[in-house]
Each structure stands twice: as C-alpha cells, then as structure tokens.
Nanobody, 129 residues
C-alpha cells in the first residue's frame, strides 16, 4: 500500500483547501480510506473516512465543513476543506485498509488508527491570518 498526499499549504481563516491522496499497490476500489491529522504535541485524530461502498463519515469537529470523496478511476482520495479555522492547523495524513475503520454511535463517529494497512507521509495545512 503506497499513499502520497498533496495539496497542503497556508490559508487564512475562513478559506478553503483541497487535499489529494494518490494510492497505488492495492485494490483502491475495495479499500476503506480516510484522513487523519496531527497537530503539534497532540495525538493523531481521525477527520473523515469513506468506506468501499462510498459511505462517508466525519468527526464532529469538521462535520459540515469538510467533504471526503474518492475517484476510483484515478485511484485518488480527496478532502475538500472549507471554512477553515485556526484549530485545523495540522499535518494531514491519508490512510487505507481493506476493512472499515469507522465506528459510530448516536451520530458521533471515531476512526481506528492502530492497525491500518498503509499511511501516507503527510501534507501540512497551516491556517493563519
């Protein structure tokens, strides 16, 4: 499993960015994929994930602002980030696994990260005025 992220950068609060993650070496269609982020001195946290059937789910902190999608023809995962906030500043990583790693309860979702098959190297998103 090889994953390469791109699209990070510096953006002002309220702005938008689109991250991309190109995958290779695995059956892209059949894998669940997701985005995680890690801010300085904080643990890596799940942001959004999309299962192989196209079901997308989000962390509460980004719901309504971020959109995850995948293009199976291009083997590429996307994260459209709108209405960015200072607290969205982090290194963003994409990940993939043959199994769904999303767990939801009462409309709130979390994303397992301990056993995933592959990770990208990350792309830095900085939200600053």
């Amino acid at each position: 499993v090889a994953l390469v992220e791109s699209g990070g950068g510096l953006v002002q609060p309220g702005g938008s960015l689109r991250l991309s993650c190109a995958g290779s070496g695995f059956n892209f269609d059949a894998y669940a994929m997701g985005w995680f982020r890690q801010a300085p001195e904080k643990e890596r946290e799940g942001v959004a994930a999309i299962d192989s059937d196209g079901t997308a789910r989000y962390a509460d902190s980004v719901k309504g602002r971020f959109t995850i999608s995948k293009d199976n023809n291009k083997n590429t995962l996307y994260l459209q980030m709108d209405s960015l906030k200072l607290e969205d500043t982090a290194m963003y990583y994409c990940a993939a696994d043959p199994r769904s790693f999303t767990f939801c309860r009462d409309g709130h979702c979390a994303f397992a990260k301990g056993y995933l098959a592959g990770w990208g190297q990350g792309t830095l998103v900085t939200v600053s005025s």
